[in-house]
């Protein structure tokens, strides 16, 4: 719960309890007892609902951050499906890793591979040569800087992810998408790392004047290429992307 609706609803609660508790006192205690004596009942009823809300919840925050804890724990160095603890298909617990990126059950041999998700990011340059780049509103690496895209949906190819994704997050249309190269990464995700292969293509768009950040951008802005510092993006593949770009080089090819 953000600590604003927190707050909101303890003051609400609150208001509503000290009417109720006037009105229940008022009535039960009148011409029995004098005025000061309703009024420090009634204060003392208000310090109660406060310290009951509290402790509810500083409980509920305590819970919510165990299970919280509990699903980010699987770590990194991890088998890629470490989470996978029980076999999809008859529940059993012999399901065991055989090779570093397979699991079989050894109840009914259902055997299962993990392979990289296709994402797709997007280098978008203006007529001075500046590079688009956005702010990310969300985690991971909330806050740094990133460029367009986002994974690939099942049945879609890269282009047209790519096309649906500017449209999403930025208002534009991509009227020409050329692949430049691709690079591997690993993307953490509820409470597991997800490897990538991230397909980046230098887009051409309709008009840059709809340019709307939407979706998971909290920010838009173009940057000339030599000003561009590649530390400044958070995720690895998008910061060894933007330095290829700047360079004008093609990972992995030497
Ligand atoms: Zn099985």
Not at 111 to 123: K, Q, T, W
Not at 145 to 160: A, C, N
Not at 228 to 244: C, K
Request: contains cysteine; charged residues 20%; hydrophobic residues 45%.
């Amino acid at each position: 719960m953000k600590a604003s609706l927190k707050i909101t609803l303890t003051i609400l609660a609150t208001i509503v309890l000290m009417v109720l508790a006037y009105g229940i006192i008022n009535a039960l205690t009148k011409n029995l007892l004098e005025e000061r004596i309703t009024i420090t009942v009634l204060v003392l009823s208000v310090i109660a609902v406060i310290g009951v809300l509290t402790v509810v919840a500083t409980v509920y925050e305590a819970n919510h951050q165990t299970k919280k804890d509990k699903l980010v724990n699987v770590g990194e160095d991890q088998h890629p499906l470490a989470l996978f603890r029980y076999c999809p298909v008859c529940g059993s617990s012999d399901f065991v890793a055989k090779q570093d990126n397979s699991k079989t059950c050894e109840n009914c041999g259902f055997n299962y591979y993990i392979n990289p998700s296709a994402a797709v990011a997007a280098l978008i340059v203006n007529e001075e040569g500046e590079l688009l780049v956005g702010r990310r509103a969300h985690h991971p690496a909330k806050g740094t800087l990133d460029l367009p895209g986002g994974f690939v949906t099942l049945k879609e190819s890269g282009e047209e992810a790519v096309r649906r994704e500017i449209k999403e997050e930025l208002n534009l249309t991509v009227t020409n998408a050329e692949m430049l190269f691709t690079i591997p990464n690993r993307y953490r995700w509820s409470g597991m790392t997800i490897p990538t292969l991230d397909l980046f293509y230098r887009c051409d768009v309709e008009d840059l004047n709809k340019l709307k950040p939407l979706d998971d951008v909290a920010e838009t802005f173009f940057i000339k290429l030599d000003y561009i510092q590649p530390e400044d993006f958070g995720l690895a593949s998008i910061r060894e992307a933007v330095q290829h770009f700047k360079e004008g080089s093609v990972p992995f090819i030497s």
